[in-house]
């Protein structure tokens, strides 16, 4: 059974930073690229950051500069930190992964960015 775990969601203030997590199971970790999403209340669920398999990496332009993602495949773990976070950050993160023409999907975590 794949499962897909986010964790490190949380309050922050205005320019703070955090660490998001996402723990992949039941898949071959290391041949799947990797995503992270948002979804803010009333908005449509939009692409953050995503990473493939060899490492390549992409951005949403309203978080350049800013988060970082990365993966550790030994641990089938990717990861999102965010930095000098800004209240329009404020949102469900969702870890992502398709292969073979399946979506699989975590249940997100919320962030909040209090001004």
């Known amino acids: 059974q794949v499962q897909l775990v986010e964790s490190g969601g949380g309050l922050v203030q205005d320019g703070g930073s955090l660490r998001l997590s996402c723990a992949a199971s039941?898949?071959?970790?290391?041949?799947?690229?990797m995503g992270w999403y948002r979804q803010a209340p009333g908005k449509q669920r939009d692409l953050v950051a995503r990473?493939?398999?060899?490492?390549?990496?992409n951005y949403a332009d309203s978080v350049k500069g800013r988060f970082t993602i990365s993966r550790d495949n030994a641990k089938n773990t990717v990861y999102l930190q965010m930095n000098s976070l800004k209240p329009e950050d404020t949102a469900v993160y969702y870890c992502h992964t398709a292969k073979y023409g399946i979506e699989r999907w975590g249940k997100g975590t919320l962030v909040t960015v209090s001004s």
């Open positions: 039941g898949i071959t970790f290391s041949i799947h690229a």
């Open positions: 990473i493939t398999s060899g490492g390549s990496t």
